[in-house]
Each structure stands twice: as structure tokens, then as C-alpha cells.
């Protein structure tokens, strides 16, 4: 394969592109794609070359991947993880409800404060992808769930110095800590 910018042809992007279906998924390649255009573009717009080798190339087709959904028996199994009184049983079973209710990102569920929080209105403000805040319902058992991990939160010893709703053993949950934690 070359690598002189110059002497890359529209082929060589081509076969880049179809080598990378055979070993990666879709979404993996129009990723690719979406960089190389932008790489040819800068290059075309910095005199480098005098047109992209991906003009008139069309994107690859990346297939809807529907997300699985929880039965209700499974839902029930899960939610049954977490039937105790401990802090870490009270904090998991809000944060399933939550998923579940709202559909929310990981990172807006870890993102949120107690401020944002609207308990007598059953709703909640999130950052979303791109700094879109907005504002997510959830249900009476979700509530419910929130109101006693909000009671069991103000005995955490680190309750008094951060505004995270979501605490692990040492301070706010993280992405990765809400994987391995909750």
C-alpha cells in the first residue's frame, strides 16, 4: 500500500475501506470513512493534493442495530439483585429504575446532581451528548427508589462535600465505577 499522499488513489482508499468490512463491524468503517474525508479535505484545502480521492464515493451502509430489551421476568430478576436495605442495594435499584424508566446515557445518569433532581415533579435535567440538557420523566417506583437512596446518601460520609447524586465506597461513581459498582 503507498503512503505518499500523492500517489494514493481512489482505489487504495477503496480497498483500505473493503479490507476493514471483512475484520470490523460497520460502524467501524464508516468511522474510518468520515476520517479519511476529512483528512482528504484538509489536504485538498492545504495544496497538498489537487482533489480528494473520495470525491463521489458514497459512505458505507451502517445497519440499524436494535438495542435488546429486557423481558419482564429478566427485569424482575434484575431489580431482585438489589431487594435489601444497604446503601449499595438502595443506590443500584434507583439506578436500574432510572435506566429503565428514562433511558438515559450512562453519562447523564452519572452526571447528574441532587439539584437536578425534581422528585415532587417525577423529572430530571441531563447533560446530554453535545452539552443538549434536557429533561427526562421517570415513574412513581423510580421516585420512590430515588427518595430512599437520597436518605440513605445523607449518611455517606462524603455527602457534605459534593453535589454528585450517584456515590460509590470513595467518592462520586464514574462511568467505569457505575459498570463495575452498581
Request: glycine share 6%; net charge neutral; charged share 25%.
Amino acid at each position: 500500500m503507498r503512503t505518499a499522499v500523492t500517489s494514493i488513489t481512489r482505489e487504495h482508499v477503496e480497498h483500505f475501506l473493503a479490507e476493514l468490512f471483512d475484520r470490523t463491524a460497520p460502524a467501524t468503517v464508516a468511522k474510518h470513512y468520515r476520517s479519511l474525508q476529512q483528512l482528504f479535505r484538509f489536504l485538498v484545502d492545504d495544496g497538498e493534493i489537487a482533489h480528494s480521492r473520495m470525491e463521489r464515493m458514497s459512505p458505507p451502509t451502517v445497519p440499524e442495530q436494535p438495542v435488546p430489551v429486557l423481558t419482564n421476568d429478566e427485569l424482575t430478576r434484575l431489580l431482585a439483585t438489589c431487594r435489601g436495605a444497604s446503601f449499595e442495594d438502595l443506590r443500584d435499584e434507583a439506578i436500574i429504575r432510572n435506566f429503565v424508566d428514562t433511558g438515559i446515557r450512562a453519562a447523564e445518569l452519572i452526571g447528574l446532581t441532587i439539584d437536578e433532581l425534581d422528585l415532587p415533579n417525577q423529572v430530571a435535567e441531563v447533560h446530554g451528548k453535545g452539552g443538549q440538557n434536557r429533561t427526562v420523566p421517570y415513574g412513581i417506583k423510580t421516585t420512590e427508589a430515588l427518595r430512599k437512596f437520597l436518605k440513605a446518601r445523607r449518611r455517606h460520609p462524603l455527602a457534605d462535600r459534593t453535589t454528585a447524586f450517584w456515590l460509590g465506597r470513595s467518592g462520586p461513581l464514574t462511568d467505569s465505577g457505575i459498570r463495575a459498582d452498581a
